[in-house]
Every structure is written in structure tokens, then in C-alpha cells.
């Protein structure tokens, strides 16, 4: 993907685990968010794909220190027969970059 950053989420009981990351934003390891939380939250909720062209516009984005250049997320579920297994996860430094 030609973006900032790509994590792949899985979803473990009620928590959401970072399982693989790539581009500059350096997560801390054993990194994990509640699986309600957020716009990751939100796509496993609904199952279906969160496009956040301007995350400054999302009330459910959560930034942490190593987010704060994000602007635009995209957020897709990854079914494993019926259930949300996990989420990609494409987060840009640029508005509308999806």
C-alpha cells in the first residue's frame, strides 16, 4: 500500500492486538486498544469497511503520540468464515488520501 502506515489488527476477546505494522509510525510492542474503541472499534462493530477522509472531523478517531500526523484513515475487516477476525489498518498524513 502507498501509504504512511499499514498495521494488521487482530481481535482477541474484547481487546484489539497489533500484529504487524509497516511505514514510520513506531507503535510500542504489546500494543492493544478495546475492541469498541475507536474507528478499528467501529469497522469490527459494523463489519464493513470506515473511510475517515479527515480524521479531524471523526469523533471515534483515537491518536496516540505516535499518531498525531495522521489525517485520513481506512479501515478494513478481514472475515474469517463468519467472524471479524481483525482489521487493515491504512492510516495517511494526508487529508483524503484514501
Known sequence: ???TV???VAVEDELLELR???GVIDTPPGWTQRADAGLIGRCVRERA???APDIAREPQYRSTPATRQVRSELVVPI???HDVWGVVNLEDVHVSAF
Open 1 to 3: 500500500f502507498e501509504c
Open 6 to 8: 499499514v498495521h494488521l
Open 20 to 22: 504487524a505494522e509497516r
Open 49 to 51: 469497511p470506515v473511510l
Open 79 to 81: 472475515f474469517d468464515g
